[in-house]
């Protein structure tokens, strides 16, 4: 990493007003950036403004202020297509947040599937992408079946083309895992499922904010994602869906906004993407994850990518020589995310001595229970890297844990 591009990092890191803060009396190390990451200044300006002089509600007013609601509104979705290289802004739905998105498309797509259809989701998804499924079965009398992954952490692809049939009708997985940092070969997942005319659902709520998506390229006919993790506000998210598809199904919420005309016979729903986001929006959300992507836009990707992975292999590195260690996850596409477990102590009592020490890791089960039964303990010590962070606080995070682990054993 050259001059220049120390600078850059360096300055990125000034944009986050909340790192700048001691945490029981200790500089605040903040690594729980997969379970949400922080929000930049201009992204918290752009909130506070939307409220300051232009909010009202939107669609229906004349008003001035109504407008410009409506326009804000509308002109964060805009920026969410490009984002994502949607052809176009009406794919592109409004929800809050990848769990809603998962629970919008697995109530919507009720009307196309049939008892003994066949749903395929792996066995590192988060609870969000398992639970609305089964319910789905419930409903229908559809059955869940689940790609089987090695101990590395990574999906076993034959297996998945061994399980994909006439009867399969929706494959749902994780682009980027929250526990493990694996990144899935979500294009082959996607290509295999065409071939037997079967709906893609991609998960991106850990990969959008890392690397550039391009849902035309992926040819998915789902991709979700959630604000709060690519830098916006929390309560908002993403679900893209293809044109064909959306038309297809069913609204799930039903009340103002989704309708064209209702009478107390009869209703007909609005068009595109209306007809998924029944009731007044999340206006301000939207507002910020524009900005978050405006943000995002403004920044050298290759080089924050570039710089998390060496975050990344630099904590790595130096975790393995930690005696008693285990890293769960060692998938060879990998993001920066770095879960273990250590001999005979429990995670939680790791994640709150070093809370002591400014650190903030997640620990426990990461919404992936079954991911755990898979490796047969009861949660993971989870830290995961971002733009903001630099090696001072993996030194800080390595010293802390050597801390806990004389202080527990
Ligand atoms: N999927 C993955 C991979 C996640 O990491 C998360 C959040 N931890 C979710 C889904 C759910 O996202 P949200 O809580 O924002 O709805």
């Not at 989701?121 to 009398?141: A, D, F, Y």
């Not at 929250?178 to 290509?191: A, Q, S, W």
């Amino acid at each position: 990493m050259n001059k220049k591009h120390k600078e850059i990092l360096e300055n990125i890191r000034n944009e986050f007003p909340i790192l700048d803060q001691k945490i029981n009396g200790e500089d605040l190390v903040y690594l729980d950036n997969a379970a949400s990451t922080q929000k930049p200044k201009s992204v918290i300006n752009a909130i506070k403004d939307y409220y300051e002089n232009d909010h009202s509600n939107v669609h229906r007013g004349v008003h001035t202020l109504s407008v410009r609601a409506t326009e804000a509104y509308e002109n964060a979705r805009s920026k969410v297509a490009d984002f994502l290289n949607s052809p176009n802004k009406h794919q592109i739905i409004f929800t809050k947040g990848t769990t809603d998105s998962v629970n919008l498309i697995a109530s919507s797509v009720t009307n196309l599937i049939q008892e003994n259809d066949e749903i395929l989701i792996s066995s590192m998804e988060h609870h969000s992408n398992i639970v609305p499924w089964q319910e789905l079965c419930k409903r229908t009398g559809a059955v869940l079946k689940v790609i089987p992954i090695n101990e590395n952490g990574e999906l076993l692809i034959d297996e998945y083309e061994g399980m994909i049939s006439d009867k399969t009708k929706l494959v749902s997985v994780v682009h980027l895992s929250n526990t493990l940092g694996t990144i899935n070969p979500i294009e082959d997942i996607i290509r295999i499922a065409k071939s037997y005319n079967v709906i893609t659902m991609i998960d991106g709520a850990q990969a959008a904010g890392h690397f550039p998506i391009d849902v035309q390229e992926l040819d998915c006919d789902f991709y979700l994602f959630s604000g709060h993790k690519i830098f916006g506000p929390t309560g908002i998210g993403v679900l893209y869906g293809k044109e064909e598809i959306l038309n297809k199904i069913d609204p799930y919420q039903f009340g103002g906004e989704m309708i064209l005309k209702v009478t107390f016979e009869e209703t007909t729903y609005n068009d595109l993407p209306h007809k998924f986001e029944a009731g007044t929006p999340n206006i301000a959300g939207a507002v910020g994850i524009g900005a978050s992507i405006d943000f995002i836009n403004n920044l050298d990707r290759d080089l924050c990518h570039q710089y998390e992975m060496e975050l990344h292999d630099y904590a790595l590195e130096r975790l393995e020589k930690i005696e008693g260690i285990n890293i769960i996850g060692k998938s060879a596409n990998k993001s920066a995310i770095i879960s273990f477990v250590i001999e005979g102590l429990h995670p939680h009592d790791i994640g709150t001595i070093i809370n002591q020490k400014g650190i903030a890791v997640r620990t426990g089960h990461h919404c992936t229970m079954p991911l755990m039964d898979f490796y047969g303990i009861p949660g993971t010590v989870r830290a995961s890297f971002s733009i903001y962070n630099n090696h001072a606080e993996v030194d800080k995070l390595i010293d802390a844990i050597k801390l806990a682990i004389k202080m527990l054993k």
